[in-house]
């Protein structure tokens, strides 16, 4: 059974950082792609960032680039969001998902980590 759990999320003044981690177990890390998703209330849920099986690639929204990162390690089969300088606007529950390289029925979801930013 696969299972992605997300943590890290919490409530952060302006300009403060969190760091999201997503632990993935019942399949093989290092065969899927990784990526953070956020949804704000009434709002489509949106891609934020990925990064490639390897973790050779990243990619970013750009609403955050150059304030977060992302970043694996294969062997904790674990992907993390860095957040810095965070804003308002980013106030959502951020999600992790797993795509597998050559399956697009693969394709798995984590239940979402809340992160509100707020003074």
């Known amino acids: 059974q696969v299972q992605l759990v997300e943590s890290g999320g919490g409530l952060v003044q302006p300009g403060g950082s969190l760091r999201l981690s997503c632990a993935a177990s019942?399949?093989?890390?290092?065969?899927?792609?990784m990526r953070w998703y956020r949804q704000a209330p009434g709002k489509e849920r949106e891609l934020v960032a990925r990064?490639?099986?390897?973790?050779?690639?990243?990619n970013f929204a750009d609403s955050v680039k150059g304030r977060f990162t992302i970043s694996r390690d294969n062997a904790k089969n674990t992907v993390y969001l860095q957040m810095n300088s965070l804003k308002p606007e980013d106030t959502a529950v951020y999600y992790c998902?797993?795509?597998?390289?050559?399956?697009?029925?693969?394709?798995?979801w984590g239940q979402g980590t809340q992160v509100t930013v707020s003074s």
């Open positions: 990064i490639t099986s390897t973790g050779g690639s990243t």
């Open positions: 998902n797993a795509q597998n390289l050559w399956s697009t029925s693969r394709n798995y």
């Open positions: 019942g399949l093989t890390f290092s065969w899927y792609n």
